[in-house]
């Protein structure tokens, strides 16, 4: 069993800054990848960021380059979003994911945490 917990989704205001954590456990021999996604009402779910477990290779979606920043911390199974310069068009749910090899499956899968709410005001 894989869980990944969001946390640090807020309210705040145009030009602030949140930062955003997920912690990954469970059964799982490696991960290959770690990222985050965003949906909001009216927009089709769209990669913010992602970033390569190994090697730390990175990929962010257009709208956020030079704002956000994600990184990982390996030993401790977790990936952060720090957001920038937060715009009301950045507002949505937030969803972590993690594309992992578990320990009883031959294939890697994605898995995703429940999400936290992140609202930019004008």
């Known amino acids: 069993q894989v869980q990944l917990v969001e946390s640090g989704g807020g309210l705040v205001q145009a030009g602030g800054s949140l930062g955003l954590s997920c912690i990954i456990s469970g059964s799982i021999f490696s991960i290959h990848a770690m990222g985050w996604y965003r949906q909001a009402p009216g927009r089709q779910r769209e990669l913010v960021a992602e970033i390569r477990a190994s090697g730390g290779t990175t990929n962010y979606a257009d709208s956020v380059k030079g704002r956000f920043a994600i990184s990982r911390d390996n030993a401790k199974s977790t990936v952060y979003l720090q957001m920038n310069n937060l715009e009301p068009e950045d507002t949505g749910v937030y969803y972590c994911?993690?594309?992992?090899?578990?320990?009883?499956?031959?294939?890697?899968?994605?898995?995703w945490g429940q999400g936290t709410q992140v609202t930019v005001s004008s």
């Open positions: 994911y993690a594309r992992v090899l578990r320990d009883t499956l031959p294939r890697d899968s994605t898995y």
